[in-house]
T-cell receptor
Framework: SQQGEEDPQALSIQEGENATMNCSYK?????LQWYRQNSGRGLVHLIL?????REKHSGRLRVTLDTSKKSSSLLITASRAADTASYFC??????????FGPGTRLSVLP | EAGVAQSPRYKIIEKRQSVAFWCNPI?????LYWYQQILGQGPKLLIQ????????DSQLPKDRFSAERLKGVDSTLKIQPAKLEDSAVYLC?????????????????FGAGSRLTVL
């Protein structure tokens, strides 16, 4: 299975701190994506990183990808209460569909 | 642009009853997905359509679940008969890209989901 597995399962931080969550997967991928899900809502795409990229930035988000270790990390800098949500990594490969991990539940305390 | 529309948002039924969920993807999106998300877990793919054809339904419990996308636009997911373990949120997503990740930039847009409770 190419399922992504996020770590930690839950993370609680203070507003203004940085939040780091990790994703590990098992097989070769074409790209890896991160999604956010607020309580009771659908998932929202945050950022995509291709297998030939090592780092990508989008606003307060920084994603890294290490294909040799089959792992990725998502860093949210200067977190806000509004960042409270579940974060999922999704891996994709040619001919296969997206496989989502169980997610990291982030709580940002004011 | 309008997002992915799903209905109903909430449904409560008793086991062995049937239920249907509807999804209207973003206009022009050829690929449509149905995911099942059990509380505390990540979404699990049930079925993927490319236009009105099925691309992947390997994880769809075909003895009780069925889905169709007759005109390549709207889609309906049906469960009959429902079991207790079917309690979950059913998420519909759409994408403009081709099958899987062959385009290299396939991004999913999700609807808000339909929450099913089976008693």
């Amino acid at each position: 299975s190419q399922q992504g597995e996020e770590d930690p399962q839950a993370l609680s931080i203070q507003e203004g701190e940085n939040a780091t969550m990790n994703c590990s997967y098992k097989t070769s991928i074409n790209n890896l994506q991160w999604y956010r899900q607020n309580s009771g809502r659908g998932l929202v795409h945050l950022i995509l990183i291709r297998s030939n990229e090592r780092e990508k930035h989008s606003g307060r988000l920084r994603v890294t990808l290490d294909t040799s270790k089959k792992s990725s990390s998502l860093l949210i800098t200067a977190s806000r209460a509004a960042d409270t949500a579940s974060y999922f990594c999704a891996t994709a490969n040619y001919g296969q569909n997206f496989v989502f991990g169980p997610g990291t539940r982030l709580s940002v305390l004011p | 642009e309008a997002g992915v529309a799903q209905s109903p948002r909430y449904k409560i039924i008793e086991k062995r009853q049937s239920v249907a969920f509807w999804c209207n993807p973003i206009s022009g999106h050829a690929t449509l997905y149905w995911y099942q998300q059990i509380l505390g877990q990540g979404p699990k793919l049930l079925i993927q359509f490319q236009n009105n054809g099925v691309v992947d339904d390997s994880q769809l419990p075909k003895d009780r679940f069925s889905a169709e996308r007759l005109k390549g636009v709207d889609s309906t997911l049906k469960i009959q008969p429902a079991k207790l373990e079917d309690s979950a949120v059913y998420l519909c997503a759409s994408s403009s890209a081709g099958q899987g990740a062959r385009s290299g930039s396939n991004v999913l847009t999700f609807g808000a989901g339909s929450r099913l409770t089976v008693l």
